[in-house]
């Protein structure tokens, strides 16, 4: 399975645009890239996945380079509420792997007003 | 929907105490896990189950059973409990079996304490 590789914290200020980098070098042909957002006292939320390029929904967008072994999580102008840990995570949908997701320390993001 | 349930909210025991952890799901979600969150970590797996009627070990599977007791319910079982499993507890549930591409979907955690 890939390992990643994540930023322990990240700071920032409201308003401001936040890009998290996550290295995962040993990324198979199949594997996914999904970040979560987790809330303290709460469990994760998904929030983005992508497979190669870029990808946009409401809440963020994920830019992965054509080697595919690093991916940036792009928080569009944060606010006090996007404090939160973000978790990376590699896999594939091979039954596999079912149930091995790895989550490691993930980034604590603080944003400050 | 109530989307992920888990109860208790908070629990505290005495070493060598028993407890089951429960947790629902009602999204007709064919997958459930079970995770534990130490101070300052990333969740880890300890038990996962495909579909109902499997069971299998994760990463952390040693002082716990799981019950997949229905397409709904998955439990989560101390049977004597240690200090080493003081921890948040998390369920969660996904459609398909497929880690990479599927959404799993998180409870609010119940938070353990073993004195």
Known sequence: ?113 | NAGVTQTPKFQVLKTGQSMTLQCAQDMNHNSMYWYRQDPGMGLRLIYYSASEGTTDKGEVPNGYNVSRLNKREFSLRLESAAPSQTSVYFCASSDLAGVGTDTQYFGPGTRLTVL
């Open chain 1, 1 to 113: 399975l890939a390992k990643t590789t994540q930023p322990i914290s990240m700071d920032s200020y409201e308003g401001q645009e936040v890009n998290i980098t996550c290295s995962h070098n040993n990324i198979a042909t199949n594997d996914y890239i999904t970040w979560y957002q987790q809330f303290p006292s709460q469990g994760p939320r998904f929030i983005i996945q992508g497979y190669k390029t870029k990808v946009t929904n409401e809440v963020a967008s994920l830019f992965i380079p054509a080697d595919r072994k690093s991916s940036t999580l792009s928080l569009p102008r944060v606010s006090l509420s996007d404090t939160a840990v973000y978790y990376c995570l590699v896999g594939s949908p091979s039954s596999s792997n079912t149930g091995k997701l790895i989550f490691g320390q993930g980034t604590t993001l603080q944003v400050k007003p």
